[in-house]
């Protein structure tokens, strides 16, 4: 194309940057993407985070309760509501035993439920975290403190975090994209990928499977590429002429956003299109070019993954399993969703791994909190389905690559399920160490805003070791 | 503890005894110490932490015994001052700062000195008052042109620089045009202004466009980031909210020139003024804006807690410049702010009405002028049915407007309320349909059941401790005795000519929407955290101006600073000057900087002549893009209208917290969750994917390539330039004009060997050539240039 390669060099020129200081302010806001050196050498390059939201239930998942079984149907114990929030459940429930068998898979015994059958084959590969917990218990709230470390709106979200302290590597697709899947977008909106008080430029770029990829992508129609192409050349000229007339340097940078755009409306659809991918390819993710699913966002993921992005964000939304209707019941739309994610997932990790990215690529997966072992009895009644509230306490996540230890298990609950016992994980841990993995001190990681430095941690997060190679 | 004092004493004796030597430089706190103390102390010896106990946050702490029994500091003797043997000491572990690296020898100096004088600690320069005597610096620049030039022109002198040039007229009309009411000149009011060489042309532009109605709209836009106006109630539902009459409010009051302090108090609690009007209790509608919840199993007092915390961060905020929401779980970390005094303030703002329920209530129920021809016609349709004259009977009713709604309630008259014809109730429906809006506003309870006020340990809203009462921080002049210790009598202190920070902060709010950059670049932290003001006489002149001289008129303000030579300068630089001064800060140039999200849209709009001048109404929803707007259980539609709404300008854009309008999103505009003072202003290539392809701004291209074809000449040279300078205000010169020929032309080839590509972009069958299409791009082009997209 040629078309100014000199400015381009402006723009991205500074990947040689080699300065400890992230945390400074004082940076070129009108170059905000450019790459810069993280606090230490990092083990992941990128990450993939695959947002179950809605919340599902571990104990059906990878949390093996058989004590629970026995209890089944009688009521719950008051120490474990003593005190305590919840959504939706009153009184004292019923507890629930597990809905379904589980057995040991790999060479680490991993526990997995028959509802995963493909992601068997991978427990090897995947550190399982057990006692993760959360501050939160109603979805927004608690999908904002994963994301964004508090539970309201307005701060920035992990991906943005990372964005604004590491810069994006490719500079013809956004650094921090975000991919919907499922029953509709996330509780939280926007916010979940959102950059709070960072610079909106630090935001998630939604990528959309159907309409424009990216908001203003396409040509408008009766425009077509040679013609965009000499109207961008065509600026680029006018915008010399004005900056040898007025010097303002911003007019060099104003050259450069439009050049990257022509670059980026080429690689977004490129980078979108699934097509290309061999038939084999399409069998092991289960794959259909042209829909909206969570098997095209894994994907896409890989994809995204070879071209340099640096956060990709995944949500599959439906996982609320209350029991009040035959959507939200363990013996219904929680039995579809484990079948959407079960293939796609292990495909991602597999695929992944053949081609030799899995090490630098960590993988995560988890909702925003997980189920009470107590049946829901909304509204004191028995639910018309099998289901479960929303518990903070105690809920398994797992991670995979980018220098994660494989085929452990970390962190144990109680023999219900309901309190973490060993190796509990805060969900402030889970970002210092996602953080960390990616070569960022999250204390260090700081924007100053209302008077203090903000972080993703808050004022807590400890770096959780023990997981790690 | 152990000092090892005698190697510290030792290493001292030397060190001193060498800086005696000097002549002596006075060290004063504010410009010497202070900065030391908050880079290198305070993180551990401050409001938060205080290790040692030792706290350099108040004097009286820093003087009062430690841990180790002695104090840290005693004055008149450096040399004996524990912190002095600290930060010398040569032991790493035992050496201040802690696991940083030493002090540099001048600051130890400096520390020294100030001990010896005494430690005396002064007051931050924003919580001491302008000097009311204040004056510009006398002059014989014939430069000057008013108080703030004698500023900028003392200081540039001082540099050693010299002003710009004013700019050339055309440049100065268009930037003074976006500046005042948000939108271009026109080509008449260019060719007028370019005429017009009478001494005081360039002034009565500035009349007229102070007295424009477009700029109330303009200082609207900046006023809601300040106000978190939206259209939604925030968090996960994020419903409707109506409260529009709110913005509209402030449009009638900037362009009522509604004094500051007026302004102020009757935002923060007009409902507390006596015999409060409805517009008075509207103007409180801007506490709100906070955001409320209404998701299962969310305690209502928490959310309403967390909405009175909001009230009083944004408050201090806008008005003080003071960042309060750090007290909320302790004492702040740098400035003198204790953890009570934050709940002294939450107890202002305890005591209304408003709970975090779904149905907004308290509400004001009241119609707004801008409905008024609607229902008239509306009311005509029963006129007849019932041979009476509604809008007459009822326009001469007590409160007619208001009563008005009562037609629907309560029937005045027997026929309307009997009238069951298909017409009558399809009528009645629609008149339905145009109900007063519910603004929600402020209400307090009565003074004898008032909620009590505890301190929240830690911020926890569960965990309470003593009981407190409304007042202000004692770093601040105290609440006169006769001021109502509730909102009104804060209101009143905010604008009492005692406060030192409220006409500063405002103050330099306008500037930076003038210039692009603060006189104090951090407009939301005036505290020993933020930036010290480039010109800080400047600053307080001008403050002092706003409030006695102006009588916080903020016309009279605004005309000030672009009626100033400062203001007019060009904004061409040279790369010696970028280099010195990249930001202008000292203001050897003018402003030049990338419009704002909602001046972008409405220029474009305008130069298209597409804009729609309408003011006032519920909030409209322009183009945007499908799938981006999120449907929540069909609570709120995206529908985009096919009259005139669609090319309304910016701020009447429906606003959802959780889905904001894309485009301006992409220009920097914040979700409006929480009072955002500065936009950082960003440059990324989506920014360019809007200019080039949203349909706002293609339907924009469209039109100004009409205007091109219809008003211009009939050649392409005159047609191109016309088009250049209705976006630019001025004409192109001979280099830009054979860019635009080249790529008409080439463009005009294309099309002419596609004709299913002219079909394809323009729609009018009548308009279905080449050229046109060609000029679509061409405008497309002139809209995405630089020069277009900055003030200059």
Known sequence: MGLGAMALGSLMGCGSKTSSVIADQARDLSRPLLVRAPHFAPKAKQVIFLHMAGAPSQLE????????????????????????????????????????????????????????????????????????????????????????????????????????????????????????????????????????????????????????????????????????????????????????????????????????????????????????????????????????????????????????????????????????????????????????????????????????LLDETLVVWGGEFGRTPMRENRGGKVAPFNGRDHHSEAFTMWMAGGGTRPGITYGETDELGYYGVKDKIHVHDLQATILHQMGMNHEQLTYQFQGRPFRLTDVAGEVITNILT | MNFRLTIASLVLVVFTSAFFLWPKKEVTFNADIRPIINNECIACHGGVKKSGGFSLLYRDEALSELESGRPGIIPGDAEG???????????????????????????????????????????????????????PPATRSSWVRNGIDAFVYKRLKKEGLSPAEEARKELLIRRVSLDLIGLPPTPEEVQNFVQDTSPDAYERVVDRLLASPHYGERWTAMWLDLARYGNSQGYQKDPYRNIWAYRDWVIDAFNADMPFDQFTIEQIAGDLLPEPSKEQLLATAFHRNTMSNDEGGTDDEEFRVAAVMDRVSTTFEIWQGTTMACVQCHTHPYDPYRHEEYYELFAFFNNTKDEDKGHEKPVLRAYRAVQKPVVEEQLKGFDELCSTDFTESYSSLEGAWDGLWDLMDRPLSPCVRDLDSEEAQKQKTALRKLAPPRTPILQDFPPDSSRVTRIFERGNWLVHGDTVLADVPAILPALPNDYPRNRLGLAQWLVHTENPLTARVIVNRFWEQIFGIGLVETLEDFGSQGEAPSHPALLDWLANQYQHEFQWSTKLLLKHIVMSATYRQQSAVSEALIERDPANRLLARGPRFRLSAEQIRDQALAVSGLLSTKMHGPSVMPPQPEGTWQVIRGVLKWETPQNEDRYRRAIYTFWRRSSPYPSMITFDAPSREFCVSRRIRTNTPLQALVGLNDIVYLEAAKGLAMRMQSEAGATLSEQLAHGFSLAMAYSPDEAQLENLTTFYTETLAHYRQNPEAVKELVSNPDLQTPEMAALINSANVLMNMDAFLNKS
């Open chain 1, 61 to 356: 998942l990878f949390d093996f309760k058989p004590e629970l079984q026995k209890y089944d149907g009688q009521d719950c114990p008051d120490s474990f509501l003593e005190g305590k929030r919840f959504a939706f459940i009153e009184g004292v429930p019923k507890l629930l035993g597990p809905q379904t068998p589980f057995k040991q898979y790999g060479e680490s015994g991993a526990w997995v439920s028959n509802l995963f059958p493909h992601f068997q084959d991978v427990v090897d590969d995947v550190a399982f975290l057990k006692a993760i917990h959360t501050d939160e218990f109603n979805h927004a709230p608690a999908q904002l403190f994963l994301h964004t470390g508090g539970p309201r709106h307005g701060r920035p979200s992990m991906g943005a975090w990372l964005t604004y302290g590491l810069g994006s590597e490719n500079q013809n697709l956004p650094g921090y994209v975000v991919l919907v899947s499922g029953q509709s977008a996330p509780s939280a909106g926007k916010s979940v990928w959102g950059s709070g008080f960072l610079p909106s430029v630090y935001q998630g770029v939604q990528l959309r499977s159907q309409g424009d990829p990216v908001l203003y992508i396409s040509d408008p129609p009766g425009i077509s590429r040679d013609v965009r192409q000499n109207a961008i050349s065509t600026l680029s000229a006018l915008n010399q002429l004005e900056h040898a007339e007025m010097g303002d340097p911003e007019i060099l940078s104003r050259i450069s956003q439009y050049e990257m755009a022509f670059r980026m409306q080429m690689t977004v659809p490129e980078a979108m299109d699934i097509n290309e991918e061999p038939q084999w390819v399409h069998e092991m993710y289960g794959t259909e070019p042209g829909q909206t699913s969570f098997a095209n966002n894994c994907l896409l993921a890989r994809r995204l993954v070879e071209r340099g992005v640096r956060f990709i964000q995944l949500f599959h939304r439906g996982w609320d399993s209350h029991g009040s209707n035959e959507f939200e019941a363990l013996e219904g739309g929680f039995l579809r969703r484990c079948q959407e994610v079960d293939q796609p997932m292990t495909a991602l990790i597999k695929d992944l791994k053949n081609k030799g």
């Open chain 2, 81 to 135: 001052s524990p912190l002095i043997q600290r930060v010398l000491h040569t032991d790493p572990e035992e050496r201040m700062p802690l696991d940083h690296p030493p002090l540099l020898k001048k600051d130890i100096e400096k520390l020294s000195r100030w001990i010896d004088d005494g430690a005396e600690w002064e007051t931050h320069w924003a919580y001491i008052r302008p000097d009311a005597t204040l004056s």
